[in-house]
Every structure is written in structure tokens, then in C-alpha cells.
């Protein structure tokens, strides 16, 4: 099992650990905790010190997986529908009838790709592909212990942020922004399988919907067949407002809308080196019909 001592160091790399995590939730961490095998930390350690210290594919910990698959399903009551979307297309996964899903999603939160994960992870599971999920995530993910740590739920793919969405901390030469999405789309060809992407490249303020950004597309559009499944999350911001490392209880409400392949979707626009940004608003429409009517912004 874990020790007491390795608890408390870890504890010790999250200064505000006890001011995050409510109290009875970090009852329920430390007994999970207790539990594990000690290999199990020593890998988490391992992985923490070099998680986002390049561009490209970082791997999940299962230490963490297991620990906020725990937070999550305690504070969070989960609503969700569509599920029969997710399950064919994860058939069809299995089968081999197509080699990626994409999962492209509205963005409110820091907190969002956890929820998610967490909300999928049965059905994931449930076609033994345990560890497939795959998340997009920028710089600024990597530079908070504990965004850092919540990374590390599933394996990331960090990439930098598009000046034009970037915070002024954040932004990165255009050389090497090239550089870190020539990375990225190299090792998402290699390694993932399910990839979840939050195409308007930053969070929601207002909780409504942004452009999705034509970027993007050269993610979704990586190679092999692709189907690109639509979700939509609202409750993710209480979860874990904006500005505040704090969660919270709330409910939290996930539609899941009808895969679509992406070569189907690039046949309706043609020549394609014009028309990223119609296809990316195509995708944000298909976000858009799962998602509330009063929050989809520039896709109502």
C-alpha cells in the first residue's frame, strides 16, 4: 500500500491541497490511497516530473485516474443521454471499422476534459480500450501543480495555443507553434485512439459558445478513418469556476450527439484548403444541436 509518508509528500507538492479538496473528500483520497500499491506513487512521481515538458503525447497515471474517477463520482451527480451514440461509435471503434474518434465539446472549465473522462470511462472500459482517452491541452495546463496533476487522468497532448487565444503568459512564437502542432499531429497518428478536443481553444466566459477555431481541424483531420462525435457539457464551471482551484459539488449535464465521419463532412466543402472554418462551424452547429439554446452563442 502506499505509505503514510509518501501521502504526505505527496500533499506536500499541492500547497493548497487542503483548501481544493473538501474535507471528506480527501477522507475518501487518503483511504483510496491506503489501498494502492506503492509502485503505483512512485510511477505517478516518475510521470510528474516530466508531464508537459515538451510538446506531444504525455502518459495517463493510473494512480490519478483512480483518484479523480473517485472525486469526480462524489461530488458530481452525472446526467447524461445520448449514451447509445457513444457505444456505436465505440463499436465501431472496436471493430475496426473506423481507427479514431474525435470528441469535440464545448469549453467551460479546467475541469471539463476531467468530467468527461469520468462520465466515459465505463463505456470505454466496457470495450476493453482502458487508457485510450487522449486530451488536447495548452501550456498554461502545465504550469499549475494542480491543473498539472488533473492532466494526468488521462494521456494529454500539449500544444500551443494560437496567438489569437492565448494569454499574454501563454503566447509562443509562430515558429514554434508550428512546430508544436507538426508534434502533435505526428503522435496522435502513432498513439491515440480517442482523442477529445475543445475546438474554441479557450474557456467560456460568458458560457456561451465561440467559433470553433479552423486550426483545429489539422487535429480532427489527422489521419486514418475519424468520427467525430459531438458533446455537449454544462455544470462544468461550477464544478471548478474560472479563477478558483476549489471544487465544488453540482450537477452536471452531458448530451452526447450522432457521430459523423470526417471524410462524409469534407465532401460538403470543397476545395478543403478554403474551407477549415466552414467545417469547424459545421462541427460547431453539431455541438450546437446537443447543447442548450440559450448557450449556443455564435452557433444558435
Known amino acids: 500500500m502506499v505509505s503514510e509518508a509518501s ?26 490511497l491506503l489501498s494502492m500499491d506503492e509502485s503505483m506513487f512512485k510511477d505517478f512521481l516518475l510521470n510528474f516530473e516530466i508531464v508537459g515538458s515538451d510538446w506531444g503525447f504525455n502518459s495517463y497515471s493510473p494512480m490519478v485516474k483512480e483518484m479523480l474517477n473517485a472525486v469526480l463520482s462524489e461530488i458530481v451527480k452525472f446526467d447524461i443521454s445520448g ?46 480500450m482502458e487508457g485510450s482517452l487522449s486530451v488536447i491541452a495548452g501550456p498554461k495546463v502545465y504550469t499549475d501543480p494542480f491543473r498539472k496533476f488533473s492532466s494526468m487522468h488521462f494521456n494529454s497532448l500539449q500544444i500551443a495555443q494560437s496567438p489569437s487565444v492565448a494569454t499574454a503568459e501563454a503566447v509562443i512564437p509562430v515558429r514554434e507553434v508550428a512546430k508544436a502542432a507538426n508534434k502533435v499531429v505526428e503522435d496522435i497518428r502513432k498513439y491515440v485512439k480517442i482523442l477529445l478536443v475543445f475546438p474554441e481553444g479557450s474557456r467560456s466566459r460568458d ?10 481541424f489539422r487535429l480532427i483531420d489527422a489521419g486514418g478513418q475519424t468520427s467525430v462525435l459531438p458533446v455537449s457539457i454544462v455544470g462544468g464551471n461550477v464544478v471548478l469556476p474560472i479563477g478558483d482551484s476549489k471544487l465544488h459539488r453540482a450537477d452536471v449535464f452531458l448530451k452526447i450527439g450522432k457521430a459523423q465521419l470526417v471524410e462524409d463532412i469534407k465532401k460538403i466543402y470543397t476545395p478543403l484548403s478554403t474551407k477549415k472554418q466552414e467545417i469547424m462551424d459545421y462541427l460547431g452547429r453539431m455541438v450546437a444541436e446537443v447543447h442548450p439554446e440559450n448557450m449556443r452563442g455564435v452557433y444558435k
Open 7 to 32: 501521502i504526505a509528500e505527496m500533499k506536500g507538492m499541492f500547497p493548497n491541497w487542503d483548501y481544493a479538496i473538501p474535507a471528506d473528500v480527501a477522507d475518501i483520497l487518503y483511504k483510496l
Open 83 to 128: 449514451t447509445e451514440n457513444l457505444v456505436s461509435v465505440l463499436g465501431e471503434l472496436k471493430s475496426g471499422k473506423i481507427d479514431r474518434i474525435v470528441i469535440v465539446s464545448n469549453h467551460l472549465s479546467y475541469g471539463d476534459a476531467n468530467i468527461i473522462a469520468a462520465a466515459f470511462d465505463e463505456y470505454i472500459n466496457g470495450v476493453d
Open 207 to 216: 458560457g456561451k459558445m465561440k467559433h470553433f477555431l479552423p486550426g483545429v
